[in-house]
């Protein structure tokens, strides 16, 4: 054995013992019961060493009730409330069943004064009802004249257009001119409507025919005078509106 001995001793040489590794263990113990020591227990978090991170603070609230409450930003707070402010959806898109019923009672009394602010807007709803029912009571008849009307109308508006805008000295739009001539073309509509129940070409109907030209030619020409502050040109601006409004009465009659 005492071969072996030496063999063992003389195989490796090194300064490692025993009792380096049994002081190694109890370093390691004492480091651990220092952390130990220093660590407080009361917390609610996990073990974390002094120095590495800091515990954070529990949780005070109760449960669906977060302890701060929601405050929307001014801009948010801003854009919400913008849209209790917006105008209803007909007024954006220019129906005001108001001033249309305005603009109806104008034209079906002719010596009525015309409000200028209301009858320079530019509103086709009324005009695109007004020129549909006048085709329809011409198809009571038996006369198809859905295109000659809306054909007629398209001319007789730009002719009266460029006319307006040579005599007035502010000037006028092509939707407001294309407005007050189709509101004015209700009389027409009570005219071929007469033509469904009996015949318009009599003297009967040439008279009736007449006084709904003069009819829708004079509330023409006083909204236009009244919204173009045009005084003392009436009578220049009826001429030509009476000779539109008598290319109509010609297809109610024939």
């Not at 954070?56 to 409330?81: A, D, R, W």
């Not at 898109?93 to 019923?101: E, M, Q, R, S, Y």
């Amino acid at each position: 054995m005492s071969g072996f001995d030496n063999l063992n001793t003389d195989f490796y040489q090194s300064s490692y013992s025993v009792d380096d590794q049994n002081q190694g263990y109890s370093n390691a113990e004492n480091q651990y019961k220092q952390y130990d020591g220093q660590y407080d227990y009361s917390q609610p978090m996990g073990y974390s060493p002094p120095g590495i991170m800091q515990p954070q603070q529990p949780y005070t609230g109760q449960i669906f009730q977060p302890t701060h409450t929601y405050t929307p930003s001014p801009s948010q707070s801003l854009y919400s409330s913008s849209f209790d402010d917006e105008p209803p959806l007909l007024e954006e898109l220019g129906i005001n069943f108001d001033h249309i019923w305005q603009k109806t009672l104008t034209v079906l009394h002719p010596m009525k004064a015309a409000d200028g602010s209301i009858m320079n807007e530019t509103d086709l709803a009324g005009p695109m009802v007004f020129c549909l029912a006048f085709g329809a009571t011409l198809l009571l008849s038996g006369k198809i004249q859905f295109g000659y009307v809306y054909g007629i109308s398209a001319i007789g508006c730009l002719a009266i257009y460029c006319l307006l805008n040579l005599m007035s000295m502010t000037g006028v739009s092509f939707g407001c001119v294309a407005s007050v001539l189709g509101y004015c073309l209700l009389p027409m509509i009570l005219l071929s409507s007469f033509g469904v129940i009996l015949s318009l070409q009599g003297m009967v109907g040439i008279i009736l025919t007449s006084a709904i030209i003069g009819w829708c030619s004079l509330s023409a020409s006083k909204i236009f005078i009244s919204a173009l502050a045009m005084d003392g040109q009436q009578l220049l601006v009826a001429y030509p509106c009476a000779l539109l409004y008598g290319v109509f009465a010609l297809i109610s009659v024939f």
